[in-house]
């Protein structure tokens, strides 16, 4: 990989790959633009469905990249949306279409647990229970170490 000359833009690109490797493995897929959308999907539909100081909170653990994605286009007004299961993967099913369709409960799943692996567990239990029972079903149950 070429370097950009700046320490903290190198390893920001190096722990997003780490990232996108592992949905790739999570989700048995190695097209790395289904990782990218998958990821950026339900980073999406999940920021807009927390409140805001909880999308402050998961950011502050993500990687500069990652979070720069967090943060594309958000507006906090009327934050959280209050959208359910059907509403959250239609949005994750709206972003996997830039990367050919598939499917986004498989994407969420799999963001979830990597988001489970790279976020510290107390984190990962903070937002699990932000969201509503039929939602926090897609990130299943937290496992211990």
Not at 9 to 28: A, G, M, P, S, Y
Not at 60 to 68: D, E, F, N, T, V
Not at 74 to 84: I, N, Q, R
Not at 102 to 131: I, T, Y
Request: hydrophobic letters at 40%; aromatic letters at 8%.
């Amino acid at each position: 990989m070429a370097a950009t000359g700046l320490a903290s833009f190198d390893r920001t690109i190096q722990e997003t790959n780490v990232w996108l490797h592992d949905i790739e493995r999570e989700l048995h897929d190695t097209r790395r633009q289904m990782a990218y959308h998958a990821l950026r999907g339900v980073l999406f539909a999940l920021r807009d469905r927390l409140i805001v100081t909880e999308v402050f909170d998961l950011s502050a653990q993500l990687p500069m990249l990652i979070r720069g994605i967090l943060f594309e286009g958000y507006k906090p007004t009327g934050k959280p949306e209050k959208y359910h299961r059907e509403e959250f993967l239609a949005r994750v099913s709206k972003e996997l279409q830039q990367a050919g369709g598939g499917n986004p409960e498989a994407a969420a799943r799999a963001v979830f647990r990597v988001l489970h692996q790279h976020v510290s567990a107390g984190e990962v239990e903070k937002l699990r229970h932000a969201l509503p029972r039929d939602l926090r079903t897609l990130w299943g149950e937290p496992t211990t170490p």
